[in-house]
DNA sequence: CAGTGGTCTAGACCACGCG
DNA sequence: GCGTGGTCTAGACCACTGT
């Protein structure tokens, strides 16, 4: 098992600061040197180099970049899902950069899945909302939001790179109270993969959301592919006895 | 591309009933067949069949025993880490056949992070637990339970495959109330994996709680180590405005 | 344009599961 | 003891990144 014996190696001479493509030592998102002079250095193959590679990514240690290289994962962005924190505010307390791109929005019908999570049925119009968001100019997470257009008229026409949590409180007057959440582990693929400059494949942690209003209304659900090194859940709550 | 198109013709296969050992068509913990055969069928080295296989694998179609095989992954539990129901009767909810296993039970020093977690001084004695628990025969997760002594005195003399929380309830009066939890994606190595029947650097789910009683008193926690395909997290919040 | 990462080939050996 | 999965080698070509 040479790859392990390669992993640990390459673990404690990140720690050390070598294996860095500058002499830089900071241990957030530096890059490693190339494969090549990775495998050579090992005394070993770039296939098994690869290998140790993948499992420091699986451990959340490094991560890829498609076609850039290797990369020294930051920490994790904590993240209470039962709490109505907006990313950025989220982020900011964190000490991290934030930052929203919207890649498209517009209505479209809604597939087989969304309107099981809205309660309506297939082919009805929603908004979908397509964005990315950043931590440090590292793109993280692939947001996509789906709200029923008759809860938020005119949505579209907002700023929609802002907090949508902010655009409904400041224009509707309507606030996240209730969410039904689910996590599960994932990949990303293709569209997905690309848009967070990852490889198709690349582990990934899946969040889906329903919100609802403080009046108990449903309001919009969201899909969110998180880069999986780039977050942990953490929540309290109170069991029903 | 070629795996991706081999990873998409194996699930064709897979649904159709094709690819397995024997012949039937249960979707559910089939083994495939050989890799090589596989490669042959598919026209390819072993190493692009593996890539195909690697990629189910993330996605949750497939998984592996070490040494094995590949099999075809059942369904996903639906775990709310904010509910109390324990995990036979989880399992039985869902029609699937759960199974407990003790691996052992003793007093150990607690090590900085289970110190921390407990709020108490580093090599304080705890009760240490590891189990493994499984569905319909398939190991699913490793749990390790710690516990306050002091909370729960002579715990150890207990049946302890049986559910920690019917033991606290009948034994003790003590209910699980509060739950503090962090979820995050990781990965099993060495002795971890090995209890899961799974290759170093198999991807995993890995839940972390803390747990509290009826009056608001730290009682235990407990580290989980999933598949990262047997679980799914499904938990209603109402948030704090 | 040079070098890199992504992908693929065609083998090989070994330890282990299973019959 | 056979076949399997786990691991490893020594190459190769191509598309893309970064300069």
Redesign the pocket.
Same mark, same amino acid.
């Given at each position: 098992?040479?790859?392990l014996k390669i992993k640990d190696e390459i673990l404690l001479q990140i720690e050390a600061g070598s294996l860095f493509t500058s002499g830089q030592k900071l241990t957030s998102g530096q890059k490693?040197m190339?494969?090549?002079?990775l495998a050579e250095s090992f005394n070993?193959? +770039?296939?098994?180099l #690869?290998?140790a590679l993948s499992l420091l990514e699986s451990e959340g240690k490094v991560y +890829?970049e498609?076609? #850039?290289?290797?990369f020294i994962s930051p920490a994790p962005l904590r993240y209470d899902p039962t709490n109505t924190t907006n990313f950025h505010n989220l982020a900011l307390s964190q000490q991290r950069i934030p930052k929203t791109e919207l890649i498209n929005a517009g209505m479209v019908p809604a597939d087989k899945h969304i309107a099981q999570l809205l309660q309506i049925a297939p082919q009805t119009e929603v908004i979908r909302i397509h964005r990315v968001r950043y931590l440090d100019e590292r793109p993280v997470v692939l947001v996509t939001h789906y709200v029923l257009p008759d809860r938020l008229p005119h949505l579209l026409s907002h700023d929609l790179s802002a907090s949508l949590t902010d655009i409904y409180q400041q224009h509707y007057d309507i606030l996240y109270q209730q969410t039904h959440y689910r996590i599960r582990s994932s990949s990303l693929v293709a569209d997905t993969a690309a848009a967070l400059r990852a490889?198709?494949g690349c582990a990934a942690m899946y969040i889906e959301r329903v919100n609802y209003d403080q009046h108990g209304q449903l309001l919009d659900c969201d899909l969110e592919y998180w880069r999986h090194d780039a977050v942990i859940i953490e929540a309290r709550a109170i069991r029903q006895l």
């Open positions: 098992m040479q790859y490693l190339s494969e090549r002079k070993t193959t +770039r296939v098994t #690869r290998e +890829r498609n076609r #850039r290289g290797w490889t198709s």
